[in-house]
Nanobody
Framework: QVQLVESGGGLVQAGGSLRLSCVAS????????MGWYRQTPGKQREMVAM???????DYRGAVKGRFTISRDNGKKAVYLQMNKLKPEDTGVYYC?????????WGLGTQVTVSS
């Protein structure tokens, strides 16, 4: 079983920055893909960014050029640096990984961007 714990959310003005962190524990295997998803009320959870153990990344179009995902395999951690934040980036951000076909999610961290 894998546990994921996020931190770093908060309230920020439009144009500001936040850095989210997620640390994995339990049965986590370093080779897993890790990612960040976000969810807003009434909408489905959507992928924001993901990264392989080798550092290959993929981003949602709306965040390209503003967000950067990175990871530290030794610390079993993944990070999301969010710059030039917009009100539409508001939501609960969840850390995710999949291992042996089983999805694991953190409890989420709230990001609120005021206009």
């Amino acid at each position: 079983q894998v546990q994921l714990v996020e931190s770093g959310g908060g309230l920020v003005q439009a144009g500001g920055s936040l850095r989210l962190s997620c640390v994995a524990s339990g049965d986590f295997v370093t080779g897993n893909v890790m990612g960040w998803y976000r969810q807003t009320p009434g909408k489905q959870r959507e992928m924001v960014a993901m990264i392989t153990s080798g550092g290959v990344t993929d981003y949602r179009g709306a965040v390209k050029g503003r967000f950067t995902i990175s990871r530290d395999n030794g610390k079993k951690a993944v990070y999301l640096q969010m710059n030039k934040l917009k009100p539409e980036d508001t939501g609960v951000y969840y850390c995710h990984t999949i291992q042996r076909g089983i999805d694991s999610w953190g409890l989420g961290t709230q990001v609120t961007v005021s206009s």
